[in-house]
């Protein structure tokens, strides 16, 4: 199946900084959704963005994506230390009966 | 409270034999999905139901086995475990119109088998 792609795989910050991951990806899609993992817990969705959006907000979250590039941000503004987590991407295809696709994470570590 | 819930959270377990993870949620999403997560590999669908009696392999579906009888009950069955089936499980559930929406995770079962 076609991954989103995380990048990068570890980031290092402190506290007060903007931290910014990206995720990559293959297939035409229908909407893009980000989740926040803190350690071996379960997902927690963030922020969906639709294939027809350029940006979305949702408080100190910012996403972007670039349908022609295939690729999404997110940035996080003025970083807490209770913001490190892993954060994941996750991609709904346009082709065919697919399921949604996670890719492997982005480790945020903020340092207070 | 609208949740996911799973259980066992922890289970030691010996190859052989057989195990089921429940998994159920109260919010009468159509779609439920189990995956596995291992360190570098990140979450790799086992096998999703997008409605009752309606399941589909994922990316790693096997040995596993999965029912969707009821709509808001969804077991992973391992018949015979393996220790390369030592792993972290999530649940998870949603809605689904045209596209896939907020999926709804479960707390985690961590699967050990010796």
């Known amino acids: 199946s076609q991954q989103g792609e995380e990048d990068p795989q570890a980031l290092s910050i402190q506290e007060g900084e903007n931290a910014t991951m990206n995720c990559s990806y293959k297939?035409?899609?229908?909407?893009l959704q980000w989740y926040r993992q803190n350690s071996g817990r379960g997902l927690v969705h963030l922020i969906l963005?639709?294939?027809?959006?350029r940006e979305k907000h949702s408080g100190r979250l910012r996403v972007t994506l670039d349908t022609s590039k295939k690729s999404s941000s997110l940035l996080i503004t003025a970083s807490r230390a209770a913001d490190t987590a892993s954060y994941f991407c996750?991609?709904?295809?346009?082709?065919?009966?697919?399921?949604?696709?996670f890719g492997k994470g982005t480790r945020l570590s903020v340092i207070a | 409270e609208a949740q996911v819930t799973q259980n066992p959270r922890y289970l030691i377990t010996v190859t052989g034999k057989k195990l089921t993870v429940t998994c159920s949620q109260n919010?009468?999403?159509?779609?439920m999905s189990w995956y596995r997560q291992d360190p570098g590999l990140g979450l790799r669908q086992i096998y999703y139901?997008?409605?009752?009696?309606?399941?589909d392999k994922g990316d790693v579906p096997e040995g596993y086995k999965v029912s969707r009888k009821e709509k808001r009950n969804f077991p992973l069955i391992l018949e015979s475990p393996s220790p390369n089936q030592t792993s972290l499980y999530f649940c998870?559930?949603?809605?689904?119109?045209?596209?896939?929406?907020?999926?709804?995770f479960g707390p985690g079962t961590r699967l050990t088998v010796l």
């Open positions: 998870a559930s949603s809605f689904v119109g045209r596209t896939y929406n907020e999926q709804f």
């Open positions: 297939t035409s899609i229908n909407n």
């Open positions: 963005i639709r294939s027809n959006e």
């Open positions: 996750a991609t709904d295809a346009t082709s065919g009966n697919t399921p949604l696709v």
């Open positions: 919010m009468n999403h159509e779609y």
């Open positions: 139901s997008m409605n009752v009696e309606v399941t």
